[in-house]
């Protein structure tokens, strides 16, 4: 539909949420960054894409390839969308990073029929042994600190499956980037073993 | 002082066609028709087979129809020839581009500087238009071209303006839209900023009650006023700062009178003296009660979002960071509306000093973002490139 080459260097946990789109879907993307999951959703799955970005440079990248993005912040632009306005809405490696995770969930899953998270495993046997070991939370994705600005709020598979029940949601899929689905039973397993995952999130309570 | 009305309609060498006649007259929003219309337009580039390459340039307050090229009444150059022209975003290689001179303008089309049927002026006595009036003249001037669709429409300000308001009065005609540094409704700060522009032209003992080109004189000081008031708001204070600061004009010393000491005076008095020789003052009053009047909201019950709804075309907006004219956060009302409705919504705000005016000046993340969103819709329309021949 929209003229976009094939992006380059393309992000695992992008591909293996690309799974999960169909053709023809209508998917928000909330923190699209310069667009690349957006070009990859088009390019190789054929859905229609939308982006909200905060940063100006991922904005103006993303105007300047051809991509529908709104500059914007979850927190006070996602109350404006009407309910199921999107087929899929996406938060990839963002949720971790939002002010109001919970907030933006609740507002997701009435603007969309399915949400779709990938996030760190701060679960991952790696990231358990090393706390145990050297009793410091590894891998925050900031090198100032766990209290410096933005910082990655840090959980496991089990904490965002909490998250999703209390947000009304269930988990309809569960997979290990790069890895097969699971179904929900072995989140106990997911959670020792990945390291990033995607779950794909459905309402509990069908409107 | 006394420099003679220039001709409006007559041998000009302006391009102009009839929209409304008594058997067909233009209803505007006032309740009052007007009989005889006039449109003055420009156009460049050529229109494609199955007329799908139409580009429509929205002009703010004090431009023209001269876009992209020189306005050989003035002798000014293009007002936006970085946007307009070959190879650049909006192609006329590629693209049929029309820019029509605003109903109520004073570039050739009908306004209150041009002449009754039985040969006055038409001065204060012209029906108070408003921006929809305006896109309903330019509507009735594509209808004469025999154009129905509209690839894009694009302008800033008060040109902004009338994309939105081409988008929802023409509803689905128009494909893709830009409106930049823009606004759904024209704020109290503007209304008020404008009201003492138009107070300062009528203050004017030349202004006669609007009956100035009868007499033969011209409110000069008036209008000069009037465009050095809102000239400041056109610009942003950190390029204010970097451009004059304090800096005293061609002296050492201050003077201890009113001669224009510093810099910034001798600047907005050379902006209000150059805007007179090409500005008609009732146009001024005009053309500005016509953004008094703007809100797109207010016609669609309260709610913008409803204005938009259902519509296919897709939009990108552009503000800029130091725009207190239309600021970016009204910017972001259209948008979030345009979310609201389900549009197809880009949004761009661009970090830049120059303020309202940026978008006729050089700003190179504006143009990326106009050229990378006007491609993809054009290659959304099928429309090809001109391949290089």
Request: hydrophobic residues 40%.
């Amino acid at each position: 539909m929209t003229a976009t080459t094939a992006p380059g260097i393309r992000r695992a946990d992008h591909i293996t949420i690309s799974k999960f789109i169909n053709r023809g879907d209508l998917v928000l993307d909330v923190g699209c960054g310069d667009g690349q999951l957006m070009e990859l959703l088009q390019h190789d799955r054929g859905a229609r894409t939308r982006g909200l970005e905060v940063e100006q440079t991922g904005v103006n990248r993303c105007v300047a390839k051809g991509l529908a993005v709104v500059q914007g912040n979850a927190d006070d632009d996602l109350p404006v969308y009407p309910d199921d306005a999107f087929d899929e809405a996406i938060l990839s490696k963002t949720i971790q990073e939002l002010a109001r995770p919970k907030f933006v969930l609740d507002e997701l899953s009435r603007i969309a029929r399915r949400v779709i998270v990938s996030f760190r495993n701060y679960g991952h046997w790696r990231v358990r042994t090393a706390l145990l070991t050297t009793g410091r939370i590894p891998n925050l994705g900031h090198d100032v600190g766990w209290w410096s600005d933005g910082a990655r709020r840090p959980c496991t598979a089990r904490d965002m499956a909490e998250l999703a029940d209390q947000a009304g949601l269930s988990i309809s899929a569960a997979t290990a980037v790069s890895g097969k689905p699971v179904n929900g039973k072995s989140l106990g397993r997911l959670n020792w073993t990945a390291e990033e995952l995607v779950f794909v999130l459905e309402r509990k309570v069908k409107r | 002082m006394n420099a003679p009305a220039r001709t409006l309609s007559g041998a000009d060498g302006l391009k102009r066609l009839s929209v409304a006649t008594p058997d067909q007259p233009l209803r505007l929003d006032s309740g009052r028709t007007l009989e005889n219309v006039e449109i003055a337009y420009e156009t460049w580039g050529e229109l494609n087979a199955d007329k799908s390459n139409v580009v429509i340039v929205c002009h703010a307050l004090t431009g023209d129809q001269f876009a992209a090229s020189p306005n050989p009444v003035t002798g000014r150059p293009a007002w936006w020839d970085l946007v307009v022209g070959p190879g650049l975003p909006v192609d006329t290689d590629r693209f049929f581009v029309i820019c029509s001179n605003v109903l109520g303008g004073c570039m050739g089309s009908t306004g209150p500087a041009s002449r009754k049927p039985d040969g006055t002026y038409w001065g204060t006595d012209f029906p108070v238009i408003t921006i929809a009036d305006m896109v309903r003249a330019q509507i009735a001037l594509l209808d004469r071209l025999d154009i129905e669709n509209v690839f894009l429409a694009i302008g800033g300000s008060i040109g902004g303006m009338q994309v939105l308001e081409w988008t929802v009065q023409a509803r689905d005609r128009v494909f893709a839209a830009i409106p930049i540094a823009v606004a759904a409704r024209q704020s109290a700060q503007n209304i008020g900023f404008y009201e003492t522009g138009r107070q300062a032209i009528m203050a004017d003992p030349n202004w006669r009650n609007g009956n100035y080109l009868a007499e033969g004189v011209r409110p000069e000081r008036g209008l000069a006023v009037a465009r050095m008031a809102a000239h400041i708001t056109y610009v942003s204070e950190s390029a204010l700062k970097r451009k004059f600061d304090r800096r005293l004009q061609d002296r050492t010393t201050k003077t201890f009178g009113f001669d224009a000491d510093f810099q910034i005076e001798s600047y907005l008095r050379h902006q209000g003296q150059t805007f007179v020789d090409r500005f008609d003052a009732n146009s001024y009053l005009y053309i500005t009660r016509a953004m008094d009047y703007f809100d797109i909201a207010a016609e669609h019950g309260g709610v913008l979002g409803n204005a938009f709804k259902g519509l296919h075309t897709r939009f990108c907006v552009f503000s800029f960071s130091t725009d207190w004219h239309y600021a970016p956060e009204e910017n972001r009302q259209i948008v979030r509306a345009l979310n609201a409705a389900g549009c197809e919504t880009s949004y761009v705000n661009i970090e830049t000093d120059k303020g309202h005016d940026a978008f006729f000046v050089e700003e190179p993340e504006f143009w990326a973002g106009l050229r990378g969103f006007i491609d993809a819709a054009a290659s959304a329309r099928g429309l090809q490139k001109r391949s290089a021949t």
